[in-house]
């Protein structure tokens, strides 16, 4: 079961893990501000997804109406705070663009919010108790699953 870890990772032995512990193995205020951390970008990310989903509903809604509608229909895009006359055949490549991005925006964004909840589950598994409550974790020990 032996390895070699770095400062501060689980050996297992058998059932349970055991921190190596040294001068350079992070203290418990060290752990429970990356798990914060990771607690705070997980809910950016999470926020940031709601907003680019609402985006990619609207661009299909625009899409969707622009099905029904002739190519040299007039319509009405803005560009910054400007409404500028198009045709839907003018705007219609532009909004398809735009859509793909988000969708690329929005992918790479679940990936990470993956990533983050990850390396955040993996920190409430070794350290008991990090997630429940706010006292101070310089105590902290890995849990013993034996």
């Known amino acids: 079961f032996g390895s ?6 689980a050996l297992w032995y ?3 893990r055991v921190v190596v512990l040294n001068a350079m193995a992070e203290t418990g205020e060290q ?7 990771l ?4 809910t950016s990310l999470i ?16 899409l969707q109406a622009f099905e029904k509608a002739e190519p040299e229909r007039r319509v009405f895009r803005k560009i910054d705070d400007v ?26 964004d679940i990936e990470q919010l993956q990533d983050l909840k990850r390396q955040r589950a993996e ?6 108790g990090l997630a ?13 699953d034996g």
């Not at 055949?89 to 532009?94: G, I, M």
């Not at 429940?132 to 013993?144: P, R, T």
């Open 47 to 62: 926020n940031k997804a709601a907003d680019l989903t609402q985006q990619r509903d609207e661009h299909q809604l625009v």
């Open 83 to 108: 409404l500028v006359e198009r045709t839907v055949a003018e705007v219609k490549p532009a909004v398809e663009q735009n859509l793909k991005s988000i969708n690329k925006l929005l992918q790479r």
């Open 132 to 144: 429940v409550d706010g006292n101070d974790v310089s105590d902290l020990v890995l849990e013993d």
């Open 39 to 42: 607690v705070k970008k997980c």
């Open 31 to 37: 752990v429970r501000a990356r798990y914060q951390t």
């Open 14 to 16: 058998g059932t349970s």
């Open 4 to 9: 070699r870890v770095i400062a501060g990772q």
């Open 123 to 128: 920190l409430e598994r070794m350290y008991e």
